[in-house]
């Protein structure tokens, strides 16, 4: 129609429009359809777009220039590189061996983000929503990269697309503990602190739990508490327990306005002895009372459950005495931890069928070598196919089927071996900030936070969080086999359960039996 025939049309009835064919019907439809094609390819674009997202890395804060600011894989690759060799902590590389990792200073992309003041601090955040708090002393102190290859090859989904690694391979045992808390999977995000105002109010809580779950508590409860300033500073746990004899000893206030326990009977020694102030959380009758003093002077964290790291392709054991036959013998291996490993020798020894004599028959089917100092050395050997089984807890064959997904390896709890005990919090009775302590163990036992840990492989303390969210957590995500982690250990209804009391009053003499029968068994080989 051209547009003399237009303006004459214009002019016109509707019912004359008709007859050139302009129904309302067909017209409206052609309105649709062209509406449809466009949502359709607006849609198309947004997906697009989503996808996208998660290959770039969000910078967020006091920054020069707006909040946030965003980078692709691409644009950190421009970026000045370099490659650094040390070894990973979360992968078993067939028994050890160096990893290639290349990447940009973190430094230089917090350069290149612009932010408006000096930065006292950063959150990264990573994969399920981990956080991990780094002071300006450490990224000032150490090279921390932001990876994005590993050998040369892109990081695999379950690391990347980018991972942040830390060059701490000079530094002692202690330090590098406390930096892998850094090596944040699948860091999506960057947080940039502000500078603290000089009235905020500082707790100190020491501790001696792993650091990948005291990064996650500061990063999480400064984000939603920034009026306190929350230092958290992680001890070994036998220098907490030496810490714990001398403050009773010399009656010294606690210099610490809390402490986050690894199990609880130092909990109870400071109980007794009037160091720690009472105190009911929130929702507390949602923690099963095992898990919690019933007199209000300590409350679980998180669970621990003791139990077998064992080799997958072999039956897992329904009881330890399978562990001297068969398939196992002189395949397993001991830890003589001398703080959670104690809840794990009376559990034996106070059980009939097993004993002391339980103990000497297992020394004596295996090599000393196979006595570890800790859970995780002896859950990597089983890991590496060198042990069949070993006394494991399981967070740690979480973590490791987590970063090698398809190991051989499964966590059970054989009937009598079903341990399970708490990470408590203590509040010091000399504190002089009583309402943020409360603040915060109200935050530690909260549904959020203990959500969190269940989806990072722990086991929570709050009843009303489904136990199949936690068995998902722990095993199917990693890609493991669920064998003996039943509802019962969660809820704290555990055969082998041992009085933490009895473990405070009788901790060094079962530990001193134990040594005095290693020496006899290994005299006689």
Known sequence: ?????????????????????????????????????????????????????????????????????????????????FTLTASDPFTLNNGGGNVTFRGVDLKDLLAEAQPATQTPKIVLVGGDDYHAVVRKEDFLKYKIMICFEENGASLNMHKGPLRVVVDAETEDFNERKRLYA??????????????????????????????????????????RFPEIDLNIEIKKAAYLHNQVLAWIASGTPMPADAILFSEPSDAERLKFAGFLRRYYPKDCEKIPLIYRDPDGYYTGVRIVNIGLACNANYPPPKDLNELLDGDYKQKIGWVRSKHVGVYLLASIVNQDELGWTFIRKFLENTERENIFDSYGDSTEQVALGKLRASFSLDYLAYNLLKANPGLPLIFTQPMNCRISICSPIVIASNTAKPREIE????????????????????????????????????????????????????????????????????????????EEIESLVYEEK
């Open 182 to 223: 850094f090596w944040v999977c699948g860091l999506k995000r960057i947080l940039i602190g502000e500078q603290p105002s000089d009235n905020r109010t500082k707790l100190i809580v020491w501790t001696s739990i792993p650091g990948f779950i005291t990064a996650q508590i500061e990063g999480d409860f400064e984000q």
């Open 439 to 514: 603040i915060l163990v109200d935050d530690l036992v909260s549904q959020s936070f203990q959500a969190f840990l269940a989806k990072v492989g722990i086991a929570p303390i709050r009843s009303d969080i489904p136990i199949e969210e936690v068995t998902k957590a722990v095993w199917n995500t990693a890609g493991g086999t669920y064998a003996g982690l039943r509802e019962e250990s969660l809820t704290g209804i555990s055969p082998a359960a041992v009085d933490h009391r009895y473990i405070a009053a009788n901790s060094e003499g079962l530990r001193k039996n134990f």
């Open 1 to 81: 129609m051209d547009d003399f025939e237009y303006e004459k049309n214009k002019q016109k009835k509707p019912e004359e429009i008709k007859k050139f064919g302009w129904s309302e019907p067909i017209f409206v439809g052609i309105i649709l359809l062209c509406l449809i094609c466009e949502f359709e390819l607006l849609s198309k674009s947004n997906e697009k777009t989503d996808s996208n997202n998660s290959n770039r890395l969000e910078v967020s804060g006091m920054l020069r220039r707006g909040v946030k600011r965003y980078f692709d894989i691409s644009d950190i690759r421009r970026m000045r590189g």
